[in-house]
């Protein structure tokens, strides 16, 4: 029997590369509204922000958690565990959480985690896998860059004046912007010590 108090629907999407393949806001908050009405649950708010999960300091999430410290909600609707969190400070609060009542359920399209030994575990579990998914990108991310420099090639954004190829993977000259940066390094050049020296035929 679904219980009197309402329920969250919190979704989250990051803008960055940890998130390519996750649906967006809307299409989470439309999937989990569909849940509450299969379910019976009354959804008191939809709370949803775009930020990374890696690191604590969310303040949507925040918000979440103070509605649970206020013992008001009984449940959260999210797509997948890792929406919630992907860092161990995030995911240990809504396990303790579950522990200390403070929200009967966390729900999911695939299932539903209440505060029971078996659920908590899968809870940590999930948890420490999204840690873990964060942590090999980081790594993979670091790996190519020193791929990069080894190549001669420039890592993060590109100089002023060249774009970004994601395609090849590489920069190009950025046709509104290079000849005017090449023309500002000329000028800058062509007034150094060595340059007047060489005009002068020192």
Known sequence: ?????????????????????????????????????????????????????????RPIFGQLMQRLEQRKVAGILCWKLDRLARNPVDGGALIWALDRDMVSEIITPGRSFSNRGDDKFWMQLEFGMAKKYVDDLSDNVKR???????????????????????IDRTITPDPDRFDSVRGIWDLALARTPLAREREHGI
């Open 1 to 57: 029997m679904p219980s009197p108090l309402p329920y969250i629907i919190y979704a989250r999407k990051s803008s960055e590369s940890e998130d390519r393949q996750v649906l967006s806001i809307g299409s989470q908050i439309q999937e989990l509204r569909a849940v509450a009405a299969r379910g019976g649950f009354e959804v008191s708010e939809v709370l949803s922000e775009s930020r990374s999960a890696k690191g604590p300091g």
């Open 144 to 166: 190519g860059n020193r791929a990069k420099l080894m190549q001669g090639w420039v890592t993060g954004r590109p100089p002023l004046g060249y774009l970004n190829d994601r």
